[in-house]
């Protein structure tokens, strides 16, 4: 049984005047601690089915099962990153990444410990006290990390979390999450629209095409590509060929759809 199994998933979004078809007929599977990746056109669905794995939508037909347990609401045990970091201006980083245990009444000296920790690790002992405000766009983003971990959560859905940062940010922090995520065995879903970021980072590629969004064709990253860190794994001689196989589908799948 996979851990995470989506099962025929359809959604349509209704508006007062129409519908849209935003996804159609998604089955496929992801392995406890396997890294995924969506790429696909824009408006081809691939916001909606995290949405639907995170349980802030209801899929008009089909399932989401992780760890066998049909998702039907947002639970902590789903994390998720986004593009914005979403961090508290008025709060602390450390008080930020506390702020889930906080409210949920669950904060312990231990999880305070783990907070300043896992900054520390992640290169923020200097601002563990500093407003988000004080941080560049790469220590805001790597905080957001930080605080998504701490909920300890089965999956993690990221959500073109690199794509507001300069290229050199966005390199040094898909090394770190990758690093980090390997380290805690986490299972992942990243939606992106950098074929070359999806390769660095992923064992498996989703493409999707759109109206309404179905899967279009998948790809296996190499083994030796996987055991290598994302900015290794670009270096490397294989990465160009699956980049250009890549590529060419997606353009041929364009191509269809603006004939
Ligand atoms: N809240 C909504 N109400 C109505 N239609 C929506 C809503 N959200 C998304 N859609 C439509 O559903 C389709 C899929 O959108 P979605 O944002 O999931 O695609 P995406 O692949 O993530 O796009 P992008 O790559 O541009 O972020 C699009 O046609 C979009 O216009």
């Given at each position: 049984?996979a851990?995470?199994?989506i099962?025929n998933?359809?959604h349509?979004y209704?508006?007062?005047m129409n519908?849209?078809?935003a996804?159609?007929?998604?089955?496929l599977s992801?392995e406890e601690g396997?890294f995924?990746?969506f790429?696909?056109p824009?408006g081809?669905g691939?916001s909606?089915?995290?949405s639907?794995?995170?349980g802030?939508?209801t899929?008009?037909?089909?399932?989401v099962?992780?760890?066998?347990?049909t998702?039907q609401?947002?639970?902590?045990?789903i994390?998720y990153?986004?593009?914005q970091d979403?961090?508290?201006?008025w709060k602390?980083?450390?008080?930020?990444?506390l702020?889930?245990?906080?409210i949920?009444?669950?904060l312990t000296?231990?999880?305070?410990q783990?907070?300043?920790q896992s900054?520390t690790?992640i290169?923020l002992e200097?601002?563990?006290?500093?407003y988000?405000?004080?941080?560049?766009g790469g220590?805001?983003q790597?905080?957001?990390?930080?605080?998504?971990l701490m909920?300890?959560?089965h999956?993690?859905?990221?959500?073109?979390p690199f794509?507001?940062?300069?290229?050199?940010?966005?390199?040094?922090?898909?090394?770190?999450?990758s690093n980090?995520l390997?380290?805690?065995?986490?299972?992942?879903i990243?939606v992106?629209?950098d074929?070359?970021?999806?390769?660095a980072?992923?064992?498996k590629?989703?493409?999707f095409?759109a109206?309404?969004?179905?899967?279009f064709s998948?790809?296996?990253?190499?083994?030796?590509?996987q055991?290598?860190?994302p900015?290794e794994a670009?270096?490397?001689?294989?990465?160009?060929?699956?980049?250009?196989h890549?590529w060419?589908?997606?353009?041929?799948?364009?191509?269809?759809?603006?004939?």
């Open positions: 049984m851990f995470l199994s099962d998933v359809s349509q209704f508006t007062k519908y849209t078809k996804l159609q007929s998604i089955s992801v396997q995924i990746s790429i696909g824009s081809c691939k909606t089915l995290l639907i794995i995170a802030i939508i899929p008009t037909e089909g399932s099962r992780v760890n066998n347990t998702v609401r947002p639970s902590v045990s994390g990153m986004l593009q979403y961090l508290f201006p602390t980083i450390v008080d930020n990444v702020l889930g245990p906080h949920k009444g669950t000296n231990g999880l305070q783990l907070a300043i900054l690790e290169g200097d601002v563990l006290h500093a988000p405000s004080q941080l560049s220590m805001r790597r905080a957001a990390l930080v605080r998504t909920t300890d959560p999956i993690l859905l990221l959500d073109e794509s507001a940062l300069d290229y050199q940010t966005k390199l040094k922090l898909e090394d770190l999450v980090t390997k380290q805690f065995n986490k299972t992942s990243l992106t629209h074929i070359g970021e999806a390769i980072m992923s064992d590629i989703y493409l095409s109206s309404p969004g179905s899967v998948s790809f296996h990253v190499p083994e030796n590509l055991q290598l860190t900015f670009r270096q490397h001689h294989d990465f160009p060929a699956l980049f250009q890549i060419e589908e997606l353009n041929s799948l364009e191509s269809s759809t603006n004939r």
